[in-house]
């Protein structure tokens, strides 16, 4: 079978029923363009390029302390300060909103069940990191009722979750009187904290193969889902590893409320737009690449891993044009049949290789 050329993909894009033809790709204007990322960096410092590109939301974090190889993570930190500016007026003086997330070694299960080594006791820690947070969201003036999500970044299942639902409890009582509450994990622990009334917002870690992860996400339960990790934004040309650290990710279109706050959520149907471009890859899939690269100069993924989403730019028989990683321009073809035909299931993590 044949491998359609990129110019017979870039004649038929405006025709495409999946790009509309005001919309340009990778440009400011792209309808379909990630609004919402999450970053470990000061995202003050490109806020203007992150406006310019349609970005509409930033994740950035809240933490008790400041940790090795994240000097910039805190958003309340006074070395994020522009000019005696904090970090998130700035972001919103550039027409983007905040989701709050509370990540402090929230990776380690022993947090959860007894305590790191600063605190000494699963009670204390907790009391330690809502006190945190409580105190950074006043300030940097987030209006309470907005959300502070908080990070379960390992693979909880029914063996360690009862500690960290103790966890959420106490979260609950405290930093719950003033904010809404989120969760950032696997399936498992975002199904248990949403029965269990523990939290209002449900956020999907790029955890595909953790537990339950697959069936919460089919559930249609979630307010966001963490599509792409770990990409590089605005860096020098050529220069692949620098750039804004950044993670994407997509809204569920049918929820109108992330619990952001600042200059207003992602409208509904941008969402529907962002949603409906998107596919998962039935299997690992080879990325058939023409020699182009991306705008940062660097050469595309050659594969797409099972269960990744990609977004499909066009569609021409057996071959969709894909962006892989979330920049907004084309890397190269993959089999139709290697596809979902939308991103409202996602496959079993036991699909075919």
């Known amino acids: 079978m044949s491998i359609v050329s990129r110019r017979t993909f870039t004649k038929g894009l405006l025709a495409s029923a999946l790009v509309p033809g005001h919309a340009a790709i990778g440009q400011p204007n792209d309808p379909a363009g990630i609004a919402i990322i999450d970053t470990p960096n000061n995202a003050a410092k490109v806020a203007a390029n992150l406006s310019a590109q349609n970005v509409k939301v930033v994740v950035r974090f809240f933490a008790r302390k400041p940790q090795p190889g994240l000097r910039e993570k805190v958003m309340a930190s006074d070395g994020n300060m522009i000019d005696g500016v904090r970090e998130p007026t700035i972001l919103i003086r550039h027409g983007l909103s905040i989701v709050s997330l509370y990540q402090y070694r929230n990776n380690l299960p022993e947090k959860f069940s007894k305590g790191l080594e600063d605190t000494g006791s699963a009670k204390a820690e907790v009391a330690a990191d809502a006190k945190a947070a409580l105190e950074q969201a006043k300030l940097i003036g987030q209006p309470e009722g907005s959300a502070i999500y908080f990070g379960v970044d390992f693979n909880v299942s029914r063996a360690s979750v009862e500690p960290v639902l103790e966890y959420f409890r106490a979260v609950n009582r405290t930093v719950g009187s003033h904010y809404a509450i989120g969760i950032y994990g696997n399936g498992f622990v975002n199904r248990t904290l949403r029965q269990e009334k523990l939290a209002a917002y449900n956020w999907i870690s790029a955890s595909r193969s953790h537990e339950e ?44 409320s992330i619990g952001a706050w600042g200059a207003g959520e992602v409208n509904k149907s941008r969402n529907q737009k962002i949603f409906d471009q998107r ?3 039935i299997r690992a899939t080879p990325v058939v690449q023409d020699g182009g690269k991306d705008r940062q100069g660097c ?13 499909i730019l066009a569609q021409s028989g057996a071959w969709c044009s894909v962006d892989v990683d979330e920049d907004g321009n084309a890397d190269g073809q993959v089999k139709t049949a290697d596809l979902t035909s939308n991103l409202a299931t996602m496959p079993p993590w036991g699909s075919p290789s």
Request: charged share 20%; hydrophobic share 30%.
């Open 279 to 281: 596919r998962f890859a």
């Open 213 to 256: 992860t697959v069936a919460f996400y089919n559930s249609g339960q979630w307010h966001l889902f963490q599509n792409q990790v770990d990409r590089r934004w605005f860096g020098p040309p050529g220069k692949c590893s620098m750039g804004l650290d950044v993670d994407t990710n997509i809204q569920n279109p049918t929820v109108s």
């Open 299 to 311: 050469k595309p993924d050659k594969s797409v891993p099972r269960n990744a989403s990609v977004r």
